[in-house]
């Protein structure tokens, strides 16, 4: 049964910190839809604990029943802090009565439990009320937490979770961002006497309803509410002493270092943290796939929806990367990605050293791993250090040609392979030693099924999908792929099919940003108007006006026309290329069809591409006649319902997980919360109207209006 949420959305009176109301309002809103209300059986089976109840279930009749009238009696008027209280007074009766059973067999509890009231959880700002961890030794933290409570004061609501489920999901995501192989999180929430289980999974949640834990003083049949109490306590049991692992809790993400032993040989793989902290020190595989994790360098992660998380990494002595992604089924692998483009010896991307499987399928979605190669540094980094050299700015400038070339050549290659990145951004593509890289392939898609029929089906037999399927699915998300601020204009107003053009603006933007002056996460002051990312309508019209003149281009984004320190004939060749048609801009175009046809501008393209990047791209892409130019009333009309409405992402700090996939409405992610790829600074607006702006397109045959 699917649960509406309408008008539950919690108060900001509740919370000292209105942002964390914001935000949970944020979680609730997009749980609205995804959220399912089972019977304990129905939930038992999703789960696959089915049989492992029915065996505890007869191994424990009777444990609490007969002795269950000696839980607290609590008024439904009593704070919170009693009913909490008393919930530990319940917690201590189940043990002592476990304890002392003359059962055959009686589980044993596997957690520890904590009050949580008085601390806020380390590295957070939540405090849940009750927290349970598996070992009394690790620290309150949430990469330790197995389960949390919430508990609120006495309702006989039925539903009552429903105004809270945007901070039980808060509770959640955090243990999810700690915990990437956490399969399910079980969060309790306490009512007064009742007892909810809120399951969260990467498709949304589950709720059930445990039982009443506590008697109340308006009982009529206290006997009757006896054997209710008994039932109540013996699932609440059940789930207080299942195994530590039995959801995926396997290691502490947060200690470093760790050894992991992957074993490839099998499918899906074998891999375990040899982590002594919680007791498990599991051996397969052989010796030489033994990787080295260090600390978490990023991680996109989400309530509901595709999750990644990056560690730092020695493979075999060698600086490494470890990528661990929860991806829908239906979506393409991107060690599948890799293969096809390695099977094409496509350049300039990283060395894959394992891969594989770790879930094949939980609720559709899959949990594969990567050990890549250490890339360096995002370009944008490397360039800005340069820049912040009087001696090297000069050298900034020159290095910029070559480079753009070498990334061209990977997109043209990978074309070629009939693969398209679909989410280059600053991030997304690195530089070491002067080499350059383009990484995290994660967003990326295959075209077509490949000619080989051999290797195709090894490829979907490895990684466990249907061809048919996941080429349909990454067509169908084309629009929403990528990362918001490098998304081309096209794009950002709503156009449904991906080409190399989207991938080659959004090139541009990452070059704009490595010489750009504009604040970055974190800093004060106001962002450029051709970097303000207000909505992805707004967006797309900027896009277009500060493309409209040579003259006021680089000013929009915040580069220095110096000559000098910047390669300003490569960015004005690009926007020749991008925007121009014989001389005109082809903005009204854009808005007219953003799927009109474009034609391939071969000087343009050489000046920032090289001759053989020019002459590979133009052998893929079909130039047609140019279109007629916009009339101005259409030019005008109202665009279409905007998709994306979220922050820019900064430049430097995501790395591989730039591109998360940008769905409407999209949730708050771990990057949203604590500052990383968020710009703080202010956008600037300075009273510009971009659809009034936008219309000057109309002028045609003008090549460069007054700035």
Known sequence: ????????????????????????????????????????????????????????????????????????????????????????????FMRNQAERSRLEWCPQMTHKIFNGQRTFLSGTELKPDVLFIPNARLPRACSSVSIVLEAKKWTNDANAYLAHIGQLADYALELRACQPMRKYIPVFFLYGHQLDLIVFTHRGYLRTYIGPVLFGTDIDNRVAMSESIGESLRRLWFFLTLPVGKFEFLFD??????????????????????????????????????????????????????????????????????????????????????????????????????????????DGYRLEFLVLEYCGISIVDHIRGLHSNMKTRAKAALEMAPYIRQVVST???????????????????????????????????????????????????????????????????????????????????????????????????????????????????????????????????????????????????????????????????????????????????ILENTDFPRVFDESAAVTFMGEVNAKNIKSMVTPLAAQPLLSLEMATLAPRVPRIEQAPSSSSAQGMLDGVIAMPGGDLSIEDRKGKGVDTAKPNTNGFDMETECAKIVQAGIKDPPP
Not at 282 to 287: K, M, W, Y
């Open 1 to 92: 049964m699917s649960i509406s949420h309408k008008g539950c959305l919690q108060s900001s009176d509740e919370y000292e910190d209105p942002q964390v109301a914001a935000r949970q309002n944020k979680l609730a809103r997009t749980l609205e839809k995804l959220g399912t209300r089972l019977e304990f059986p129905d939930l038992l089976r999703y789960l696959k604990l089915t049989a492992e109840y029915d065996e505890y279930e007869k191994s424990t009749e009777g444990l609490f029943a007969d002795n269950a009238d000696r839980v607290p009696t609590l008024g439904n008027g009593v704070a919170k802090a009693t009913f909490i209280e008393g919930f530990f007074d319940v917690v201590r």
């Open 253 to 362: 993400s947060v200690k470093v270092p760790t050894k992991w032993r992957i074993d490839t040989s099998t499918t899906p793989a074998a891999i375990s943290p040899l982590d002594s902290s919680l007791g498990e020190a599991i051996a397969f595989g052989s010796l030489d796939t033994d990787v080295f994790v260090g600390g978490l360098i990023s991680r996109s992660v989400r309530i509901a929806g595709r999750c990644a998380y990056l560690f730092d990494a020695t493979y075999k002595g060698n600086p490494a990367v470890l990528k661990l992604s929860w991806i829908q089924t239906n979506r393409l692998p991107e060690g599948a990605v890799y293969r096809a483009l390695e099977e094409h010896q496509v350049p300039n991307i990283p060395k894959v050293y394992l891969r594989g499987v770790i879930i094949k399928n939980l």
């Open 411 to 589: 997109l043209s290659a990978a074309l070629a392979a009939n693969v398209l990145h679909r989410d280059i951004s600053a991030g997304n593509i690195a530089t070491k030693g002067g080499k350059m890289y383009v990484i995290d392939w994660g967003c990326a898609k295959i075209i077509k099924r490949p000619d080989d029929e051999a290797f195709a089906k090894q490829l979907a037999t490895y990684w466990t999908f249907d061809w048919d399927e996941v080429i349909a699915a990454e067509e169908l998300m084309d629009p929403f792929t990528g990362t918001p601020l490098c998304m081309s204009t096209r794009l950002l107003l709503e156009a449904v099919k991906r080409s190399i053009y989207d991938d080659l603006e959004s090139l541009m933007y990452v070059v704009l940003d490595a010489f750009s002056d504009r604040p970055r996460a974190g800093d004060t002051g106001e962002q450029p108007v051709g970097f303000t990312f207000l909505s992805n309508k707004t967006a797309g019209y900027t896009r277009i006006t500060c493309t409209l003149s040579d003259k006021c281009f680089l000013s929009c984004f915040s580069v220095r026309s110096d000559t000098i320190s910047v390669p300003k004939e490569l960015l004005q060749a690009m926007r020749r290329f991008l925007f121009f048609d014989n001389g005109k801009h082809i903005g009204a175009r």
